[in-house]
């Protein structure tokens, strides 16, 4: 069986991982998951050496990673903030927070800051309703947020 | 494993009971308002004292009311204690012997807990949803083993048609129906499929009942694969909900350990296995083709019907797929009958309905009421109306496939077919209530740049559709349109409901037909009146400005 050139860890763990699942095509989403939390993206190089082990052209690999939201083809920053635009979120007010996360520090939702300390997302609904607005710091979903309590947040990050 | 086993585990449960009981909300709203802190000073706090013998602290699921969480439920019957801190602990564990607490008590006479009639979320907030013994103790998977050893699959499926009950994903289809049309199906492998991908945004209600009582979806779902003659279920679970993912592997282990899934349940023939499927965000994956594409591990893309999944389904083979909420209906129903169930709710829509209660509403969080119950008995006495002296303008139920009901209209019953006729749909249960200062407008571009981005693109009226519709919305709310641009965003509506290929594009102009139909004047005020010529923009430009 072919190694990895590079000989990285994380290449060997997703093989077994693949193993797990007998090699089956349909186990692609599970093994992209698994890819993009050892990895914390989904790099091209990546995406053709789960196809190889798989045996799946790699427009197929390709297709579903940038078919599903959940999947990023480009690294994140050191820190993540995601503001959830469910619609009970958005009635109370999560479009201000973005706004003034945004404004903060001048990138936009999918971007990440250029000193890589900060990505910032936004997510469909995280069904967090009863809290809202919430959002998730670095995975922690932070309950009733304010404009002013994000930013605050996120500062300390910068 | 037979009834006397489980009876037998069910009495040992019981009988390790302690004299109080304090149970912890442990679902996703309350753990990120600390019930994790909350919990262990409790339990340390008991053990401190001592009185580990005298106290258990249960985790347990979801208990309503999520906006004053965490909350902490004393027994018996001291008091729910609202927004609970690791510092008034002590208090708490005083209080159990009538002590003052130091926080404050939700009042249980009032109508958002006494309105409420629980048959989905029945074990939800009393068992812990980490362990079968509890779940089991609460009568759990008796309704299995009397299924597999007192009925045959056609009773089964006779009682699901009798007992009325439809389809909680939101189209309403008579669940027996589906359950006999699969069992009909011609085919050696088929296969169960318990749709978790709630898409849906604002609706929260299958997170907390796989967070709350996963069994029950094991065990509904267990019963389904015997009524229909499939051996292998899948749970596809939205990846945004890690918890309710952990506590499923965690369901499915137990229940292989303790025989209730496997091969021979219950010493019958039957064998079950169940897979979690964890999607990767994308709202498409709610319609059951595209979700079993992702099954599949391909793109979540819809394919025609028919053939209908009970047909050919997942791998070309019969396919049963149903919604969490409606599994959790099934051990209910076996267990009491079809008769008990079919008396609840209205004629045509049979049972509870579980709804997620937010937006500009006092009380939010979780609601089951039984089919029927007004609009307004939900958000104004339960819900107790908007916060801070607001007046409530309408309720969105059925998220982005939905529509806004006025505040006029309030007196509606739920049910499938009066929904349906106020120009919304039952939907999953998602129910955003807004007030005075929510603009009707920019409400619907919110739900129609939902649907443009979770659009898969396979077909035209959708894919492009949606877009225009969004920017003829986004030029309205810029006051940069005319009448002339008002009448082909309902030309387009309209096209693209009758010709769109799934149910996302044949119900994305839902919000913005239902904001039409009930606040035309909120569009209309947004208008500019028709440039003459219809082509000089210069003089378009100075032309007055309708306020």
Known sequence: MLEHASGDKRFKMLEVHMKKHQQRHDALIEVLHKAQELFGYLEDDLLLFIAAKLALPPSRVYGVATFYHFFTLKPKGEHTCVVCMGTACYVKGADKVIAAVQDAVKVKPGETTANNKLSLLTARCIGACGIAPAVVYDGTVTPRQTPEAAVERIRKWM | MDRNDLLEIKEKELASRKKFTLRCCMAAGCVSSNAEAVKARLEKTVADLGLANEIEVRRVGCMRLCCEGPLVQADPQVALFERVTPESAMTIVGALNGGPASVSKADPHHPFFTKQLSIVLANSGVVDPERIESYIAADGYLALHDALTEMTPREVVDAMVKSGLRGRGGAGFPTGLKWGTVAKSPGAKKYVICNADEG???????????????????????????????????????????????????????????????????????????????????????????????????????????????????????????????????????????????????????????????????????????????????????????????????????????????????????????????????????????????????????????????????????????????????????????????????????????????????????????????????????????????HASGAEAKLPVAT
């Not at chain 2, 350990?257 to 010493?267: C, E, K, P, T």
């Not at chain 2, 396919?319 to 609840?344: C, D, H, M, Q, Y």
């Not at chain 2, 519709?469 to 309902?490: F, G, N, P, V, Y």
Request: proline share 6%; glycine share 12%.
């Open chain 2, 200 to 534: 849906d945004p604002g609706a929260f209600m299958d997170r907390s009942v796989l967070e709350s009582d996963p069994h029950s979806i094991l065990e509904g779902m267990a019963v389904a694969a015997y009524a229909v003659g499939a051996d292998q279920g899948f749970i596809y679970v939205r990846a945004e909900y890690p918890l309710a993912i952990s506590r499923l592997q965690t369901a499915i282990k137990q229940a292989k350990q303790f025989g209730v899934l496997g091969s021979g349940i219950f010493a019958s023939p039957f064998n079950f296995t169940v897979d979690i499927r964890i999607g990767a965000g994308a709202f498409v994956c709610g319609e059951e083709t595209a979700l079993m594409s992702s099954v599949e591990g391909r793109r979540g893309t819809p394919r025609p019907r028919p053939p209908f999944p009970a047909e050919s389904g997942l791998w070309n083979c019969p396919t049963l797929i149903n919604n969490v909420e409606t599994f959790a209906n099934v051990p209910a129903i076996i267990r009491k009958g079809a008769e008990w169930f079919a008396s609840i709710g209205t004629a045509k829509s049979k049972g509870t309905k579980v709804f997620a209660l937010a937006g500009k509403i006092t009380n939010t969080g979780l609601i089951e009421v039984p089919m029927g119950t007004p609009l307004r008995t939900i958000v104004e006495e339960m819900g107790g109306g908007a916060p801070d002296g607001g007046k409530i303008k309408a309720v969105q139920t059925g998220g982005p496939s939905g529509g806004c009901v006025p505040a006029e209209a309030l007196d509606t019953p739920v049910d499938y077919e009066s929904l349906t006729k106020l120009g919304s749909i039952m939907g999953s249960g998602g129910m955003i209530v807004m007030d005075d200062s929510t603009q009707m407008v920019d409400v619907a571009r919110f739900f129609m740049e939902f649907c443009m981005d979770e659009s898969c693109g396979k077909c035209i009226p959708c894919r492009a559709g949606t877009v225009q519709m969004h920017s003829l919305l986004t030029k309205i709310i810029q006051r940069k349109a005319t009448a002339r641009d008002l009448a082909t965003l309902e030309e387009l509506c309209d096209m693209v409901k009758h010709t769109s290929l799934c149910g996302l594009g044949q119900t994305a102009p839902n919000p913005t037909l239902s904001t039409l139909r009930f606040f035309r004047k909120e569009y209309e005020a947004l208008l500019q009146p028709e440039a003459l010529g219809g």
